[in-house]
T-cell receptor, first 113, second 115 residues
Framework: AQSVTQPDIHITVSEGASLELRCNYSYGATPYLFWYVQSPGQGLQLLLKYFSGDTLVQGIKGFEAEFKRSQSSFNLRKPSVHWSDAAEYFCAVSQEYGNKLVFGAGTILRVKS | DAGVTQSPTHLIKTRGQQVTLRCSPKSGHDTVSWYQQALGQGPQFIFQYYEEEERQRGNFPDRFSGHQFPNYSSELNVNALLLGDSALYLC??????????????FGPGTRLTVL
């Protein structure tokens, strides 16, 4: 069965500092990988996705993620965090053409000024 | 381009009651999936509808049922509500059979509170 682990429940970074949120997945075949962001009381917004090809993917709001098959990881990065990035971030995986998303438990990002 | 819409925004019910939540998919999408997000957790897949049929189902009891209408909108019904059903219910839509099938767009959710 597929599973997603986000090891960090909370992360606090200073505004302007770099950010890396960790995600590890368990899935036998080639996964489809996603990062979503959720602001308080809101639905999920897709930041970026990896289906195949270049393992470094660019997303919206200046985010990027790198797929590392050998480490079963898909970590999210941003070079300079803005206060508006404070939110909860979810990593998710789906199987090819399966569409059902399996989510991690999320990482809450706090940004301090 | 209308995104995914859900109604109502909030709902308060008591144990044992029944509830119906509604979802309209993003314009051009034909597949609707429902997720339950309990407080402090990631969303969990309930089921998916395409062509008015349930195509996939997660690990949820039969108290959770759904329907999809010819215009692709969908309902989630929960019977015999339990306190543990309190959660944010998210609807997501996508376009079946395309490369983008795996890319789902989420609505704002319905917050259900069971007392």
């Amino acid at each position: 069965a597929q599973s997603v682990t986000q090891p960090d429940i909370h992360i606090t970074v200073s505004e302007g500092a770099s950010l890396e949120l960790r995600c590890n997945y368990s899935y036998g075949a080639t996964p489809y990988l996603f990062w979503y962001v959720q602001s308080p009381g809101q639905g999920l917004q897709l930041l970026l996705k990896y289906f195949s090809g270049d393992t470094l993917v660019q997303g919206i709001k200046g985010f990027e993620a790198e797929f590392k098959r050998s480490q079963s990881s898909f970590n999210l990065r941003k070079p300079s965090v803005h206060w508006s990035d404070a939110a909860e971030y979810f990593c998710a995986v789906s199987q090819e053409y399966g569409n059902k998303l399996v989510f991690g438990a999320g990482t809450i990002l706090r940004v301090k000024s | 381009d209308a995104g995914v819409t859900q109604s109502p925004t909030h709902l308060i019910k008591t144990r044992g009651q029944q509830v119906t939540l509604r979802c309209s998919p993003k314009s051009g999408h034909d597949t609707v999936s429902w997720y339950q997000q309990a407080l402090g957790q990631g969303p969990q897949f309930i089921f998916q509808y395409y062509e008015e049929e349930e195509r996939q189902r997660g690990n949820f009891p039969d108290r959770f049922s759904g329907h999809q209408f010819p215009n692709y909108s969908s309902e989630l019904n929960v019977n015999a509500l339990l306190l543990g059903d309190s959660a944010l219910y998210l609807c997501a839509s996508s376009l079946y059979g395309t490369y983008a099938y795996n890319e789902q767009f989420f609505g704002p959710g319905t917050r259900l509170t069971v007392l």
